[in-house]
């Protein structure tokens, strides 16, 4: 039994390093660098091999049997060959710190040399093919690398004179079997992770490519709809007999359908690099008090009275621009969300050293799903929207380290909450 709970503890030692290499290094290998990555496997595999020899398992006096074979032809296999050389010299300088005859030093030298050699021959069929192929073929190569030292050792008992029983036949069979094992689950594991690594790379491209063609398409349908109506109105002003009056007018509209294009454009360049050229100590009420100046004329045509409760001080780093933008936008949805009209309120306040500030509307509200949704490409709660104004909102506020927490409920309005730190000593309340 004693021979058992052994062989599996060497599982265990060789097992969980594997794990613990593909939980922190594994998908950081093409970041780290490759000359990193082969002694973190040196250190690794060395480690393994070493505690696998420290706990072994004994059939007589000077006879010690272990697992340290795995950990190295693992290194052989994945790793190459110098990193292999470096966990067999740890091995062999262990193994002569313990001592013991110099045949037994000199048998455990020509057995890992061997079985060195043996791996290296079976890298081919183990590496190279599909995972079930990989996993058999290293699992016979683990029951000859067991097979081996069990067959020295029968001969060095005869040699020396000591009966090989059947109890001894069968602890050599079993050291062969979990060696096998081993070596074969360590490869299966390997292999799984590399295949999930895969399927996640092709996920991942897969779904750079459709965020790119639904980029494509969007970009081509919201173009085109304004430079469409330009396009008209140069026809119609092409044709004879057109008053001034009304080529003028025609004129203005060209020019207004190509600012949408160029505002189109803005924005997706914004979505895209949402750089802040100009980052500094800011007052978000002025900001806000200006973004509401702009809005005024089209909160009247929509029948909404604005309301405002803004603290003093609202001491932010942001981008002057870029934070008018966003209130615009944010004010703009909360008109529109309320087509009968209604009350747009807005309250800034100093909260546990951030600034809080709170667009809220009573209008139709939004169900948990969109509101999950806000600020995904392409989404938009509106049948004209294109969803680009809040992809650039949410953006922009993730650069200046804030966050955006709404909350909402289907026809009694929505709130929209910008947490942004606040950097002036003097603000805190």
């Avoid at 070493?50 to 994945?78: E, H, K, N, Q, W």
């Avoid at 007052?283 to 604005?306: N, W």
Wanted: charged content about 15%; hydrophobic content about 45%.
């Amino acid at each position: 039994m004693d021979v058992i709970n052994q062989l599996l503890l060497n599982m265990l030692i060789i097992i969980t390093p594997v794990l613990l290499y593909q939980l922190f290094w594994g998908d950081r290998c093409h970041q780290i660098g490759a000359k990193i990555n082969r002694r973190i496997i040196v250190i690794l595999g060395s480690l393994i091999a070493v505690l696998c020899m420290v706990y072994p398992f004994r059939f007589s006096d000077g006879f010690l049997y272990d697992l340290r074979m795995v950990p190295l032809a693992a290194c052989i296999l994945y790793a190459g060959i110098v990193p292999s050389l470096w966990v067999a010299a740890v091995m062999i300088c262990y193994r002569l710190f313990l001592g013991g005859s110099f045949t037994a030093l000199s048998l455990s030298l020509v057995l890992t040399g061997i079985l060195m050699v043996l791996i290296w021959r079976s890298k081919p069929y183990i590496v190279t093919g599909s995972r079930s192929r990989n996993v058999t073929a290293a699992a016979i190569t683990g029951l000859l690398i067991g097979l081996l030292p069990a067959v020295s050792s029968c001969i060095t008992f005869w040699w020396i004179g000591e009966p090989i029983t059947m109890r001894i036949v069968g602890y050599f069979g079993l050291y062969s079997l979990i060696t096998a094992f081993t070596l074969g689950m360590v490869v299966y594991v390997v292999e799984q992770i590399k295949l999930n690594s895969r399927q996640r790379n092709q996920s991942q491209q897969a779904d750079k490519m459709n965020v790119l063609s639904d980029l494509a398409a969007s970009f081509a349908h919201e173009i085109r709809n304004p430079l469409t109506v330009a396009r008209g109105f140069v026809q119609i002003m092409k044709q004879p007999g057109i008053q001034d009056d009304k080529k003028a007018l025609y004129t203005n509209m060209v020019l207004e359908e190509i600012d949408k294009a160029q505002s189109i454009v803005t924005d997706y360049l914004s979505f895209a690099k949402p750089h802040l050229e100009v980052i500094e100590l800011v007052d978000a009420k002025q900001l806000i008090q200006q973004a509401l100046s702009s809005i005024e004329p089209y909160a009247k045509l929509c029948r909404v009275d604005v309301e405002t409760q803004l603290d003093d001080k609202l001491i932010i780093s942001a981008n002057r621009d870029k934070f008018v933008q966003c209130m615009i936008h944010l004010c703009k949805n909360g008109i529109e969300a309320m087509p009968s009209g209604g009350k747009l309120q807005i309250i800034g306040t100093v909260q546990n050293r951030s600034v809080c500030i709170d667009i809220i509307d009573h209008g139709v509200g939004m169900t948990p799903d969109e509101i999950r949704r806000l600020g995904t490409p392409f989404y938009s709660t509106r049948d004209k929207g294109t969803g680009l104004g809040m992809m650039v909102t949410y953006r922009v506020i993730q650069t200046i380290h804030g966050k955006i927490d709404v909350t909402s409920e289907v026809g009694k309005g929505t709130c929209f909450s910008l947490l942004i730190p606040t950097l002036h000593a003097t603000s805190y309340h």
